[in-house]
């Protein structure tokens, strides 16, 4: 699904950390339309690079181009560019309830009647969350705070949508449900999805391109199915051994 201009393009990306380099010349694009995933071991620098890219974390050198314009270094005016992020561990408001969560999310919107049918496209993606609209998102379980914080995000209508583990600490009946609407977001509703996850085996399957970060550096590229045949990463990241 290549693209003459990517929707994203980051090319020669350095990331310090003090004095440590955490991402050392990565080089990464994604097309419209595509889910393009990250995988890598813990410290890897997956999440620095989402974190790089939302402007949480200022970089060193290279560029972070967004349909072929460079983003904002204020994190505040990424979201007003089309892009929202999941972080790691959800971070959701505990003590605002789910409806008040949902709003947080929409706060670069200003009418009233669009946010609300954004709302009820939430609700149908997650039901649960409709049922529990007016509980304190800290009293919801791992999974629904997981539905909440994708909900939140998607409240902003982005064109492109990152998460950031979203498997984690999560029961397996729930990483299912939470990757097979990732899917139905890229195929239903067209959404371009920057996926970074430990789960490389079901990151792998979903996806239609992914990159290997290792020790702040791309490793690997290919297309997902390229990846889960590649005996590299079954031996390093999926516990295959010949």
Same mark, same amino acid.
């Given at each position: 699904m290549a693209e003459t201009t990517p929707?994203?393009?980051?090319?020669?990306?350095?990331?310090?950390?003090?004095?440590?380099c955490a991402l050392n010349g990565v080089n990464l694009h994604v097309g419209q339309g595509e889910i393009v995933a990250v995988i890598g071991a813990n410290g890897a620098g997956k999440s620095t690079l989402m974190?790089?890219?939302?402007?949480?974390?200022?970089?060193?050198?290279?560029?972070?181009?967004?349909k072929g314009m460079p983003l904002p270094k204020e994190s505040y005016k990424v979201v007003s560019t089309g892009i929202t992020l999941v972080p790691e561990?959800?971070?959701?408001?505990?003590?605002?309830?789910?409806?008040?969560?949902?709003l947080a999310g929409a706060y670069t919107r200003w009418d009233r009647q669009h946010?609300?049918?954004?709302?009820?496209?939430?609700?149908?993606l997650f039901p649960r =969350?409709? $049922?529990?609209?007016?509980?304190?998102?800290?009293? @919801?379980?791992?999974?629904?705070?997981?539905?909440?914080?994708?909900?939140?995000?998607?409240?902003?209508?982005?064109?492109?949508?990152?998460?950031?583990?979203?498997?984690?600490?999560?029961?397996?009946?729930?990483?299912?449900?939470?990757?097979?609407t990732i899917?139905?977001?890229?195929r239903e509703m067209g959404l371009t999805i920057l996926l970074v996850e430990q789960n490389a085996s079901i990151a792998l399957e979903l996806c239609h391109r992914a990159y290997v970060l290792k020790t702040g550096e791309i490793s690997m590229e290919g297309t997902g199915k390229? =990846?889960? $045949?590649?005996?590299?990463?079954?031996?390093?990241? @999926?516990?295959?051994?010949?």
């Open positions: 929707m994203l393009d980051i090319k020669d990306l350095v990331v310090h950390y003090g004095g440590i974190k790089t890219i939302v402007a949480v974390k200022s970089y060193t050198s290279g560029t972070i181009m967004y561990g959800r971070r959701i408001f505990a003590p605002l309830t789910v409806r008040e969560n949902l946010i609300n049918q954004t709302m009820e496209e939430v609700f149908a =969350l409709k $049922e529990r609209i007016n509980q304190r998102g800290g009293t @919801l379980s791992g999974g629904e705070q997981q539905m909440l914080a994708v909900g939140r995000a998607l409240m902003a209508k982005p064109d492109l949508l990152m998460l950031d583990e979203p498997s984690l600490g999560l029961a397996p009946i729930v990483i299912d449900m939470m990757f097979e899917t139905r977001l890229n390229e =990846l889960l $045949e590649d005996p590299r990463v079954q031996a390093s990241y @999926l516990g295959i051994t010949s």
